[in-house]
Every structure is written in C-alpha cells, then in structure tokens.
C-alpha cells in the first residue's frame, strides 16, 4: 500500500469512528465528561439554579456506569443541574466539606468516617452497607502459606492509602500476628486498586489482599488464604437533604458496584426507610 493510500485509509477509520461518536450523542441528553484525573462529570441543564449531586467515592470501580445511569435518571434530573463523581485520595476527606454540604454521597466505612466527622448522623444517614465481606491473601505461588519462610524472598502490594481496610490495614495487620517481618522493599505501594491489580498481573508483586471476586478477572490459577471472613466492604452516607427519589437514583447507580462483589456473598443491608421506599 502507498504512503497516499495508507493515509487517506487512516482517514476514513478516524471519520467514521468520529461519526458514529456524534450519532451517540442526541440533543437534550447529558454529556459526561472527564474533568480531571480523578474527577468526571456530567451538566444536565446548565440553565437550572439547581445544585450540583456530588458523589464521593473511593476509587474508579464503575464510574463511567455510575455517572451514565445518574445523569440519566429522571428523579436526579427533576432535582440537580449537574452531577459530579470523584475519587481523591482517602487521606483528604475532611469535615469543612461534608459540614458545608459539598458532598450528597460519600463512599467510606463507619469507623473512617465517624473519625473525620464524629457527629455525622446530623447531617448524614446510612443509605447502604455491604459487609460479610472476606478477603484473602492471593498469590501465583503454590504452596502459599504466611510464614516468614515462604515470605523471605516476595513482594507484596498494598495500597498507599493508610485507611484502606482491605488492601492495607488488613494485609499489614494479617503479617504482624504472624510475627513476620518483611523488608522496606518488600512492601511495594500503589496509588489505586487499579494499578495494584495490574502489578499482580503482570508479576511485579508476589502477593496482594483482595474479594473472592478478584479469582474471575484473572487469566491465570491462582491460590489464597483467608484473612477475613466478614470484613466491612463499604458503607454509602447520604446526606439528610436529599430527595427520596434520588435516594433510590443512587441505590440503582450502584448495581454495577455491587455485581462485582457477588462472588463473596455480601451482605447488602438497607436501612427500613430505604426499603419501603425503593423496593
């Protein structure tokens, strides 16, 4: 093929792609966009004085479903002008936001949370918790056992995040009552779940903490053992001023979240308000 012919083919790829891209996009539907890193949002009728629904959660899982199924609900349309989804590192929540109402959702477990805002339930209330979770050691290696022994030569990965109960506190917690010491290098650290799980894949790490959950995404066998059989996945805080219509909005946002943990059996506990009213 010529330079002229190699070019105007890689033309017509680029023009139909971007078509069918502008034949996605309809008039009068919100348009979601990827503000920054860790940020994405969507502006459903920037005419309305409406507020904007902020939801803050703790990583990427399923933001694209997550915004896609909010920006498109009639109860969050009737009520917000604009949605935003954001995932900053755990260490930065504060209470001057969740005291100045910024967030309407905030994705973290009971404990973290009470600690950054001791007197949360004035503003805020339990929409969801997801607990019977169990999280295991998983490694490519056979015979995976935690003894400093089989340890002496691994890496395992954690994240960089100091309250992250399952891939920090539980994993650490976990070696310190087997009495294992490991080395700095040892302990690789990793800004999100997503490059955590890419490492493991790709054998930069021996060992890291995760759901039953994490078997299924793998290519490859690989072994576990338990740490713990009914960890606090997560818990979702809703604050007291929202609609009761969005309550559920977010409830049905969620569904993509929760198919993911299906393979650990949860426990989906929704407090008796939010049953009566969303189911």
Not at 190 to 200: E, I, K, N, V
Not at 209 to 231: C, F, M, T, Y
Request: net charge negative.
């Amino acid at each position: 093929m010529s330079p002229k012919h190699y070019w105007l083919a890689v033309f017509s790829i680029i023009s139909i792609v971007f078509c069918g891209f502008l034949l996605l996009i309809r008039p009068g539907q919100a348009q979601i966009e990827l503000d920054r890193y860790d940020q994405v949002s969507c502006i459903i009728d920037e005419t309305a004085e409406l507020p904007t629904f902020t939801f803050l959660t703790a990583s990427s899982l399923d933001v694209d479903k997550i915004i896609n199924s909010l920006c498109h609900h009639p109860a969050i349309q009737a009520s917000y002008s604009k949605v935003k989804v954001l995932w900053p590192p755990r260490e930065s929540l504060s209470a001057e936001p969740l005291l100045n109402g910024e967030y309407q959702v905030v994705w973290s477990r009971e404990q973290n949370f009470a600690g950054v805002l001791p007197n949360y339930k004035n503003y805020f209330k339990t929409l969801i918790k997801v607990d019977g979770y169990k999280v295991y050691w998983y490694s490519h290696q056979p015979n995976l056992e935690l003894t400093q022994a089989f340890l002496q030569d691994k890496k395992i990965g954690v994240l960089d995040s100091k309250v992250s109960h399952s891939h920090y506190i539980l994993p650490l917690s976990s070696l310190k009552q087997a009495n294992i010491n490991l080395a700095t290098e040892q302990i690789v650290h990793y800004p999100d779940g997503l490059s955590l799980y890419a490492a493991f894949r790709h054998g930069e790490v021996d060992m890291i903490s995760s759901g039953a959950w994490l078997e299924s995404s793998l290519q490859r066998p690989v072994h576990k053992l338990l740490i713990d059989d009914n960890a606090v996945a997560f818990s979702l805080f809703i604050s007291l001023d929202t609609p009761k219509l969005a309550q559920c909005a977010m409830l049905e946002a969620m569904k993509p979240v929760y198919s993911v943990f299906e393979r650990d059996l949860i426990h989906l506990n929704l407090p008796d308000d939010v049953k009566e009213l969303c189911y």
